[in-house]
C-alpha cells in the first residue's frame, strides 16, 4: 500500500507566527526604504516571484511518499533424511530409491509453494548434504545420486543432524528409509531426546513387506580373457533369504546386440536355496563370438527383487595364433595337384593341415619326409619341400610352438637331446602333444622305450609290433551327458550326437595295452579282433586292456610280438591325458589317406567338415595351457577370490628368451579398477600399502591409491617376485564384490620385457544385505518415540507441510520525501535563474 503526507519540519503554531511576522517585517522594511521603483512594479516579476514562493513553500510542508510493505515471513526448516543405503536398491517393480524419490516428487506436485523451507541429508555410513531435493536425479557434479553405502548408521546420523540446527530448531525431520539400519541400540533413547528439543522425528516407511523371500547373484568369479574352443569355469555366488529348501536354477548366458541374452551357454544348473551365501560352478566353451556373459537366477512369484537376480560379466577372447608343429611320418609320395589355376604339391599332410589353417588363429608348420625317408624338413607354404629348415634347433625355437602333433613318426627320427626338450616342454611350458596312429607310431616306432612314453595317456607293449593295418575299425565315441570338447562338432546337442555317433570307420590301428589310469580321460572305444603274436608267429599272452571301465589280463608275452585274430576286446582308441602343466593325446588310427579315406574327405555335408572342426577342437584342446609357456611373465594369486580383512598374495615368475625361470628383471605392480558393466567405478583401492614397504609415489593415504607402482620384492634366494597385500576391513561400496585388476610389467632395465594382469574378487556380505526385508516397526518406534508421524504416502506428506505455522512479522514501512527530486529542484533554480535575468534586462539588478 502507498500513499502521500506532509511532514513539516515546523509545528503550525510556528508556521501561524510566521504568518503574521513576515508580513509586519515587510511593511516595516519597506517604510524604511522608501517606495519600490516603479519599473519593479511589474506584474511579471510578481508572477515569478510567487512561483518562487510557492515551490519554497511546498518544499517547507515536506510531502512524503509512504510504502507498506507486508512483514517478513519466517519459513520453518523442514530437514528430509534419505535413506542411501544398499538395501535401498531391492524393491520390484520398482526400488526402494526409486520409490522415495516418486514421494518427494508427488509431494512437491502436490505443494508447489511450500511454507517450510527444505533441507536434504543422505545417510548411510555417513552423513553429508545433497543441496536441492528437487535435482537428486538430475546431472549433479559428481553424477545422480545413488544408494551405494554398504550400512544404514540411523541413529549415528541423527545425532550428527542435530549439530546442523540453527538459532532456531527445525519444524521436524522427515526420515525415508526402509528401517534396515544396523544401529539401532539407542533409538529410543535418541528419539526421547528430539521429544525434549520439540523436533519431532517423521517417518515414511520405503518397502514392501509382504514379500516371501530374497535371492540376489552376489557376485561372478570369470576369467577376464580365455582363448576360443576352450572349456571355462564360471563360479558364481548366491545370497538368499526366505526360501530356504526351496528350488532355483542358474543360468549361463550370452548377451548379444541389444543387450538380450542370445543363447544359453550351459544347461540350467538346479540349486536347492539356504539362507545366506552358497557357491556353485558353470562351465562353458568359448566361441569367437563370447564377449559378454549374464548369470541369472529367474525369479520367484513373491521375491523382495528382481533386480539383483542376474549380474553381467565381459570375457575378452584371446586371438593370439597357435603354432602347431605337425610331423609326418608317412611313406605315401609327394604328387602334384592343380588348386585354382596353380599346381601345388600334395602329401600325407595335406588334409590335416588345411583342417587346421581354415582356422585363421591357427599356424601350421610341416615338418615331412619324401617317401618316409631321410631327415624331417619344413613343408613350405606351396608344398615345396624346405631342405635347410627341420626340427627346432634350441629350446626357445621349440618354445614358440603351442602344439606338437607326431603322425607316423618313428622316435629314431629324433635325437636324445630332442627327446629331453620334449619332456620339459610339455610339463614346464604347458605345450600340448598328440601321437596319431600309424606304422611307425607307438610301440611300432620303437617308441615305448623313448622316454616320451611316460607322457602319453596310454600304456605301450614294448617290443610288439602294435600297429595292426586292413582291418576296418568302427569308432565308438564316448559321449556322456557333456562329451569333451573334441567332439563338440555342431551347437545343437541333438544333431551333434547323431554326427559323432555316425563318425566313419578307419582302416587299421595301433594295438596298446590300455589307457593309463591317472589324469586320463577315454574319448573312443573300438572293438578289435585278434592279439598280439611274436613276430615269428608264436602266441604272446598277457595281453590286456585298461581303461574305460574294461580290463583283460592273459599270461606273459615274449617280446616282439604282432597282432592276431584270436581275440575280440573294446579297446580305447582316443585318450586324453595330462603330463605336469601340459596336456596329451593319442589316437590309434591314422588321420591321412589311404587309411581314412572317408574321414579325411567325405565326413560332412557333401565335404568334409566335421573332419576339420575334429582336428581343430583337437588343437584347442592341447593348447588350452600352452599361452602361459610363450609368455615371459607369469603371475598369480593364491586364491580366486577374497574377503574384507584377508591378504592377497601375488607371486611372478620371469623368464628368459628360452624360456628359463630369471631372477634379472624387475617385476613393477599397480592396481586399477575392474567395474562390471553399467556399474560405477570405486572411489578408491580396498587394498593397504604393505608396511614396512618404501612408498617413493608421495601419497600419504592408507590405502594404495588407483595407478600407485610399486615393485613386487625378490627375496634371498627366492625364484619368484612375491608381495602380501592386506585388504581393508570393509568395501567402500554397498556392493556384495568388488573387482580389481593388478597390473604387471616385467622391466630389464628400462626395457619393458612383458606385461600381464590379475583379477582379483573380492567378496563381501555386509548387514545391509544379510536381511532382505524393511524393518518397519523401528521406523515407527522412532516417530512415537519423538512426537512424529507415519507417511504412509505423499498426501500425508503434503498434509504435514501445508500445516506448517508461519511466522509472519510487523509490516515494513517506507518513506521518500517527494521534494528530494532533481525536477523539484530544477525547477526552482530555473525560476530564480529566470527572475534574476528579467531584473536585469529592465535594469533593476
Not at 596329451?584 to 591321412?592: G, H, R, V, Y
Not at 567405478?681 to 592408507?702: K, N
Amino acid at each position: 500500500m502507498s500513499f502521500t503526507e506532509f511532514l513539516p519540519p515546523l509545528s503550525l503554531a510556528a508556521v501561524l507566527a510566521l504568518a503574521a511576522v513576515v508580513p509586519c517585517a515587510v511593511l516595516l522594511l519597506r517604510w524604511l526604504m522608501g517606495p519600490a521603483n516603479a519599473v519593479s512594479r511589474r506584474w511579471s516579476l510578481w508572477t515569478l516571484r510567487g512561483a518562487i514562493m510557492l515551490v519554497v513553500l511546498l518544499v517547507l510542508a515536506n510531502p512524503v511518499r509512504v510504502d507498506e510493505l507486508p512483514g517478513p515471513v519466517e519459513r520453518p526448516e523442514m530437514f528430509y533424511l534419505l535413506d542411501t543405503s544398499a538395501s535401498m536398491r531391492l524393491g520390484s517393480p520398482e526400488s526402494r530409491w526409486q520409490q522415495s524419490l516418486a514421494l518427494i516428487d508427488q509431494t512437491r506436485r502436490l505443494v508447489p509453494q511450500s511454507p517450510v523451507l527444505p533441507k536434504a541429508f543422505r545417510f548411510g555410513q555417513r552423513l553429508a548434504a545433497i543441496g536441492d531435493l528437487s535435482r537428486l536425479e538430475a546431472d549433479r557434479p559428481m553424477g545422480p545420486l545413488m544408494p551405494t553405502d554398504a550400512d544404514t548408521r540411523l541413529v549415528a546420523a541423527l545425532r550428527q543432524i542435530s549439530s546442523r540446527f540453527g538459532r532456531v530448531p527445525p519444524l521436524g525431520v522427515v526420515v525415508l528409509s526402509d528401517g534396515r539400519a544396523h544401529d539401532e541400540a539407542d533409538l529410543d533413547q535418541l528419539a526421547a531426546e528430539f521429544a525434549r528439543l520439540k523436533v519431532p522425528i517423521h517417518v515414511a516407511p520405503i518397502g514392501d513387506t509382504t514379500k516371501g523371500g530374497d535371492i540376489a547373484v552376489a557376485a561372478v568369479v570369470a576369467p577376464p580373457r580365455a582363448r576360443k574352443f576352450t572349456e571355462i569355469e564360471v563360479q558364481v555366488f548366491l545370497r538368499s533369504y526366505g526360501y530356504d529348501g526351496k528350488r532355483a536354477e542358474v543360468q549361463l548366458l550370452e548377451v548379444g546386440d541389444g543387450n538380450r541374452a542370445d543363447r544359453q551357454l550351459a544347461p540350467p544348473l538346479p540349486i536347492t536355496l539356504q539362507s545366506g551365501f552358497q557357491s556353485v560352478s558353470l562351465s562353458f566353451r568359448t566361441e569367437l563370438s563370447t564377449r559378454k556373459l549374464r548369470v541369472a537366477v529367474p525369479p520367484l512369484a513373491d521375491e523382495v527383487s528382481s533386480h539383483n537376480n542376474q549380474i553381467e560379466t565381459e570375457m575378452a577372447i584371446d586371438r593370439t595364433k597357435l603354432r602347431v608343429l605337425y610331423i609326418e611320418g608317412s611313406p605315401q609320395p609327394f604328387s602334384m595337384a592343380q588348386v585354382g589355376g596353380q599346381y601345388q604339391v600334395r602329401g600325407p599332410f595335406t588334409d590335416f593341415k588345411q583342417a587346421l589353417t581354415e582356422d585363421e588363429d591357427i599356424e601350421c608348420v610341416v615338418l615331412a619326409r619324401r617317401g618316409g625317408l631321410g631327415r624331417l624338413l619344413r613343408v613350405v607354404e606351396n608344398g615345396q619341400v624346405d631342405g635347410v629348415h627341420g626340427f627346432p634347433a634350441t629350446v626357445a625355437e621349440l618354445a614358440a610352438f603351442d602344439a606338437i602333433v607326431l603322425s607316423n613318426v618313428p622316435a629314431d627320427a629324433f635325437t636324445d637331446q630332442q627327446m629331453d626338450w620334449f619332456e620339459s616342454w610339455i610339463g614346464q611350458r604347458g605345450g600340448g602333444l598328440c601321437m596319431i596312429g600309424g606304422e611307425n607310431s607307438f610301440a611300432s616306432g620303437g617308441w615305448a622305450d623313448s622316454p616320451l612314453a611316460a607322457m602319453l595317456p596310454v600304456e605301450m607293449l614294448p617290443g610288439v609290433f602294435d600297429w595292426q593295418p586292413g582291418e576296418a575299425v568302427q569308432i565308438i565315441p564316448e559321449l556322456p551327458p557333456a562329451p569333451h570338447a573334441l567332439w563338440n562338432l555342431v551347437a545343437d546337442a541333438k544333431l551333434n550326437r547323431q554326427i559323432v555317433s555316425g563318425i566313419p570307420a578307419v582302416a587299421g590301428v595301433n594295438r596298446w595295452a590300455g589307457a593309463r589310469e591317472n589324469l586320463t580321460t577315454v574319448l573312443a572305444t573300438a572293438t578289435l579282433s585278434g592279439g598280439p603274436v611274436a613276430q615269428d608267429g608264436s602266441a604272446n599272452e598277457g595281453f590286456r586292456v585298461q581303461g574305460s571301465g574294461f580290463s583283460i589280463q592273459e599270461s606273459a608275452q615274449p617280446a616282439g610280438t604282432r597282432p592276431t585274430d584270436n581275440l575280440s576286446m573294446a579297446s580305447p582308441i582316443i585318450v586324453a591325458g595330462r603330463y605336469g602343466r601340459g596336456r596329451t593325446a593319442a589316437l590309434a588310427f591314422a588321420i591321412s589317406s589311404p587309411h581314412a579315406d572317408e574321414l579325411v574327405q567325405r565326413w560332412g555335408s557333401g565335404d568334409n567338415r566335421y573332419y576339420g572342426k575334429l582336428c581343430r577342437n583337437l588343437v584347442y584342446w592341447l593348447t588350452e595351457n600352452s599361452a602361459i609357456g610363450r609368455r615371459r611373465l607369469v603371475a598369480g594369486a593364491d586364491k580366486r577370490f577374497y574377503r574384507p580383512g584377508e591378504t592377497i598374495a601375488i607371486q611372478a615368475t620371469t623368464y628368459d628368451e628360452s624360456a628359463a625361470p630369471t631372477n634379472d628383471y624387475r617385476v613393477v605392480a599397480m592396481v586399477e579398477p575392474h567395474a562390471a558393466p553399467g556399474e560405477a567405478e570405486p572411489e578408491t583401492s580396498p587394498l593397504r600399502w604393505p608396511s614396512g614397504m618404501p612408498r617413493t609415489s608421495g601419497e600419504e593415504e592408507p590405502n594404495i591409491v588407483w595407478g600407485e607402482e610399486f615393485d613386487l620384492p625378490l627375496g634371498d634366494g627366492a625364484k619368484n617376485h612375491s608381495i602380501e597385500l592386506p585388504l581393508a576391513d570393509v568395501l567402500s561400496s554397498g556392493a556384495s564384490s568388488q573387482s580389481l585388476r593388478v597390473e604387471l610389467t616385467a622391466y630389464e632395465d628400462l626395457t619393458q620385457i612383458d606385461s600381464t594382469s590379475l583379477d582379483i574378487q573380492v567378496l563381501h556380505d555386509p548387514f545391509e544385505q544379510q536381511n532382505p526385508f524393511p524393518n518397519h516397526p523401528l521406523l515407527e518406534r522412532l516417530a512415537a518415540g519423538s512426537g512424529g508421524r507415519v507417511l504412509h504416502s505423499a498426501d500425508d506428506l503434503a498434509e504435514l507441510l501445508r500445516d506448517a505455522p508461519v511466522d509472519v512479522g510487523p509490516p515494513i514501512i517506507r518513506r521518500a520525501p517527494l521534494w528530494s527530486n532533481v525536477w523539484i529542484w530544477g525547477l526552482l533554480i530555473g525560476l530564480l535563474t529566470i527572475e534574476w535575468c528579467w531584473r536585469r534586462k529592465l535594469g533593476l539588478a
